[in-house]
Each structure stands twice: as C-alpha cells, then as structure tokens.
C-alpha cells in the first residue's frame, strides 16, 4: 500500500506534510524523536514549521498509522505503524531498530489488579538492548 492509500484508508486528507512525514518514518530503519523526524522532513519540505509536524504526528498517530514509544531518558519516539492490533516494541539502543512484540506484561496484571479493584487505563513497556547486528560490532557475546 502506499502513502496516499495509507491516508485515505484513515479518511485523511493527503496533505504533503502527511506524505512527508510518513515517508521519512517509512524509510528510516530506527525509530525517530519528533526532532529528528522534523530535521528529515525539512528536506523533503523546506520551510515546514515545527508545530506543523507535531499537530500532523498527533494526527497520525490518533488514527493508528503511528506508534509512539516513550523513550528511557524522557521524549518520545516514532515510527511507522508495521503490526496491527495493540503491542510492545523492543529498541535496539546501538542503531535504534525497533522490533514489534505482541507480548503484553498487563495480560498477566490485570487479574492481580482486579483483586484491588483497580483499573488501569494506560500502561506503556518497552524493552532496551542490543539487536544481534550491534552486539557483533560491540563484540557482547
Ligand atoms: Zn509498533
Ligand atoms: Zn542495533
Ligand atoms: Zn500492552
């Protein structure tokens, strides 16, 4: 599927700042911050302001094309939508590849949860480490 296709699945309009934004997060091999996903859209749309992204990011995301995911020391980080329905994402911190992980932790909490009559509304899980092409660069065994 492509961009366009993409955007109007979601009954978006196509608009270039979308197109932009999903084309950078389409190519890029890493999850990207809002700054260096701006940074790379400036180059396909000189003059693009900043808030523009980020209200386009917000879009995006609302409409499931999206992933964010909280980074370790604050911010977050994006990427293109690559697996449906509701998962977790392990992060390479060498080249910062994501991996999707359909394993979720609050499966198990819930029950234990429910005995404290809490409910929880949101919960966020991310795994960082080193992807098998950076522990061969770091020599880890
Ligand atoms: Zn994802
Ligand atoms: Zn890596
Ligand atoms: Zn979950």
């Known amino acids: 599927m ?16 979308r197109k932009a934004i999903l084309t950078v997060l389409e190519r890029s091999e890493s999850v990207l911050s809002a700054q260096e996903l701006f940074r790379e859209v400036l180059e396909l749309l ?4 900043f808030s523009t992204i980020y209200r386009n990011l917000d879009t995006l995301l609302s409409r499931g094309l999206l992933c964010r ?17 509701h ?6 911190k060498g080249c910062g590849a994501s991996i999707p992980v359909d394993f979720c932790p609050m499966e198990t909490l819930n029950c234990q949860l429910e005995e404290y009559g809490f409910t929880p509304t949101e919960h966020h899980f991310e795994v960082y480490g080193l992807c098998s092409k950076c522990k061969k660069q770091h020599r880890i065994p």
């Open 2 to 17: 492509n961009i366009d296709e993409m955007l109007k699945q979601k009954q978006l309009k196509v608009t270039p700042q």
């Open 69 to 85: 995911i909280p980074r370790e020391n604050g911010g977050d980080l994006y990427e293109i939508r690559r697996e449906e329905g």
């Open 87 to 92: 998962h977790h994402h392990v992060i390479c």
């Open 46 to 49: 000189p003059g693009t302001n």
